[in-house]
């Protein structure tokens, strides 16, 4: 297997962005009317430097669309319309809460995660502007259901996910072909890891929203897990208030992922530099399995179940 | 305080075997023994001191996912899995290894540049074996590695690693398979996987992590020819902005081969030829660009192209064909209707085609040519394919990537067949 090698391989870093790249040209290529999901949080804003190196000098070949559930921290809100009005692109905003005013979303009871209720408001919007492939940041490393998971996943007039029902995908011929009503969703960073992301934010020098680094928190422990109390939202009100009889502590955290305030939990970290996340991203991994294998059954399948009602 | 590490880039390999031979051990073994290796390497502060490997930790339940639907017999899906070194990153595609899923091994193998075979100790080289290798060489996968797993259960015996080397290589000689190495294994007990173990004292050969760590990624082992389908064409019109309003930049990824600014090149089908002037990645200048690279190219002289042309370097042209012969796996549950028009996906060009003729089916598990007159799924076969318009093709052997195509059913879009041109 020695050879002499007529070109030095690329970086994994180059790789895996050359590739991404290639996935968004593909969708421009294929897709009549695409969109790309943009939430504020650290995948999303991989795609967004990915996006720019596919389509600058031109502007982006899709609009930018955030599925808002009316629960995110403020940081997050502030940041995702900073960045899109930098880019000088479209950003459209749907919420879970007009989809709750106009009867097709119904939380079960007031403190219910909004978050699957996202796919719902999903398909309206897909709906209201025709879009025929909604580009996502996903990664196959995030849960062993997304393991098999394609680059481009097709769903059909209803948003549904068959997992009997996909194509398969060979080589780099990417099929995004659909008929009036289906959907493609197409997932250019597929093959990064959370390690990949990290790198990549700090080889490109990546603005993040500031809960990413490690800040003092008012948190309690429920459940073993570290639970974010008396979160402002943008509106001012302050949200996940403490039950009675929870002691509440400062915590020096960070976020891994930032979505609904009502499901992300913070680990304790003081890690406030790129550089440090990444070190400490490797070097936990090895605790963290303990946790990993904790996944509990219910959260995998949901998570299929999920994605079969059309959500990510 | 990034300190500098070395970056091997990334290797896409496959694993295969039989049920049971260890495949989601071995899996679990390779991704949880690495992470130790990627603490060290990432770890500038301090070296982790963890032992690397725990005796008793249940490896599968790494890669359970698939165990699950296994039990279900549902598992007709490509899983991939993902570690690094910190010095190289891998991805592993993990086809089952069922019978009658030819299709996965098929989709798993087309984006590998290595396969790591699987073989229990115990039991040698089966028809399994065979099948999983032919496939492999077929999809054009440049190294075999057969991994002699549950060595433990043979007490780490050589003269059993010997002889079923030997089985092996004979086929293997018959088959034309060249480059194929040759491991012993324990993957529960982690022996040869990352740490060499002492038990296996008298093999000699790197251990499978150095293996992978050295097996050279896709497209660094021959020189090719210049390939760069368009994707896309990037006309900003920006009437505001002069520099830009003429702006024509042809978006691609280099499918093989490298270019430069001044390289003459030719644009395919109008067969029009000029020279390269710029090439940019996001809007700035590169210079050049080197195989897998997404880039921009612009062109000295104005000249039509759009998506589904092809950018060559002119002295290095591919023959345009309207007629190919390639072998071909089916896909789709649903027969090839020879009656019928499919589209054909090369590239980024797609063109009808009919079926012409169906040379012989291979039978993968006797390596025998049959006559057919059918293909249905998980059948392989060489055929012939007329096309409604030129291709610009090379055979698969000297380039996996313009030499492999898809086949596409327009009734309902599905992807329904993959071939490799001869
Ligand atoms: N003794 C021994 N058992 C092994 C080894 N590798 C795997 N096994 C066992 O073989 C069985 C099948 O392994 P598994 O990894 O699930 O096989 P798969 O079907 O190929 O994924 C399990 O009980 C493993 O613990 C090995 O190297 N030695």
Not at chain 1, 52 to 57: D, G, I, S, V, Y
Request: hydrophobic content about 40%; proline content about 4%.
């Amino acid at each position: 297997m020695s050879a002499t090698l007529t070109q030095q391989p690329l970086s994994h870093l180059d790789w895996l962005e050359a590739e991404a790249i290639h996935i968004m040209r593909e969708v421009a290529g294929q897709c009549a009317n695409p969109v790309l999901l943009f939430s504020g949080g650290k995948d999303s804003i991989c795609m967004l430097r990915i996006a720019e190196k596919a389509f600058r000098p031109g502007k982006f070949p899709f609009p930018l669309m955030h599925i808002d559930t009316g629960h995110n921290y403020q940081e997050v809100v502030a940041f995702r319309d900073k960045r899109a009005a930098e880019l000088g692109e479209r950003l459209i905003v749907r919420s879970v809460e007009d989809s709750m005013k106009r009867g097709t979303v119904v939380l079960k009871h007031e403190g219910e995660s909004r978050n699957k209720h996202q796919s719902v408001t999903l398909l309206e919007a897909i709906e209201e502007f025709g879009f025929d492939c909604c580009i996502g940041g996903a990664r196959r490393d995030e849960e062993k259901a997304r393991a098999k998971e394609r680059i481009m996943s097709f769903r059909d007039e209803f948003g549904q996910w068959d997992p009997k029902n996909q194509r398969p995908e060979l080589w780099n011929l990417y099929n995004a072909r659909a008929h009036k009503g289906e959907n493609i969703r197409a997932f250019p960073i597929s093959n990064w890891t959370e390690m990949d992301v990290w790198q990549y934010i700090e080889r490109e020098k990546l603005e993040l929203p500031s809960i990413y680094f490690a800040h003092q928190r008012p948190v309690v422990i429920r459940g073993g897990a570290i639970v974010p109390v008396n979160v402002p939202l943008v509106s001012g009100e302050l949200t996940n208030l403490p039950k009675a009889g929870e002691a509440i502590v400062e915590l020096q955290v960070r976020f891994r992922t930032v979505g609904d305030i009502s499901c992300t939990a913070p680990v304790e970290s003081d890690a406030d530099t790129v550089e440090k996340i990444v070190v400490e991203t490797a070097t936990t991994t090895i605790t963290e399995r303990g946790a990993t294998r904790l996944d509990d059954q219910t959260s995998e399948a949901s998570m299929e179940q999920r994605k079969k009602e059309g959500y990510f | 305080m990034t300190t500098h590490i070395e970056d091997h880039g990334l290797l896409r390999f496959l694993t295969c075997g039989s049920v049971d031979d260890g495949k989601s051990t071995l899996i679990g073994r390779l991704l949880y023994d690495t992470k130790a290796i990627l603490a060290d390497t990432l770890s500038a502060i301090e070296k982790t001191s963890q032992k690397r490997g725990l005796g008793a930790v249940d490896l599968s339940l790494l890669t359970d996912g698939l165990q699950a639907e296994r039990e279900q017999g549902i598992t007709i899906d490509v899983a991939y899995r993902y570690f690094s070194t910190g010095t190289r990153k891998y991805i592993i595609a993990d086809a089952p290894g069922h019978e009658q899923y030819t299709r996965n091994m098929v989709t798993a193998a087309s984006t590998a540049n290595l396969a790591i075979i699987l073989v229990d100790a115990r039991k040698g080289v089966l028809t399994q074996t065979k099948r999983h290798s032919t496939l492999a060489h077929l999809v054009g996968i440049p190294h075999l590695l057969v991994a002699i797993n549950k060595m433990d259960l043979v007490d780490y015996d050589q003269a059993v690693y010997e002889k079923i080397k030997a089985d092996y290589l004979e086929f293997a000689a018959r088959q034309g398979i060249e480059d194929v190495r040759f491991i012993p294994l324990s993957a529960l007990n982690g022996d040869m996987v990352v740490e060499r173990g002492e038990a296996l004292a008298w093999y000699d050969g790197p251990t499978l992590i150095q293996i992978l760590e050295a097996a050279p990624a896709a497209h660094t082992e021959h020189a090719e020819p210049f390939r760069f389908p368009v994707q896309y064409v990037c006309r900003p019109q920006d009437s505001a902005n002069p520099e830009l309003h003429d702006y024509r930049g042809f978006m691609g990824q280099v499918e093989s081969g490298a270019i430069a600014v001044g390289d003459a090149v030719t644009v395919l089908p109008s067969g029009l030829s000029t020279t390269v002037k710029a090439v940019q990645l996001g809007g700035r200048d590169i210079g050049s660009a080197i195989t897998e690279q997404s880039v921009t190219l612009l062109l000295a002289d104005e000249i039509d192209v759009s998506r589904g042309d092809m950018i060559v370097k002119t002295d290095e042209a591919p023959t345009p064909v309207k007629q190919i012969s390639a072998t071909v796996c089916w896909l789709a549950e649903t027969p090839m209707d020879r009656a019928r028009t499919y589209l054909i996906r090369h590239t980024t060009r797609e063109v009808k085609a009919k079926l012409a003729a169906i040379d012989h089916r291979l039978d993968v598990n006797t390596q025998e040519k049959l006559p057919a007159e059918k293909l249905a799924m998980n059948d392989i076969a060489q055929v012939q394919f007329k096309l409604a318009h030129p291709l610009f093709a090379d055979p698969y052997k000297a380039n996996r990537s313009t030499g492999a195509f898809i086949i596409i059913d327009e009734s309902n879009n599905n992807t329904v067949g993959a071939g490799m041109i001869l």
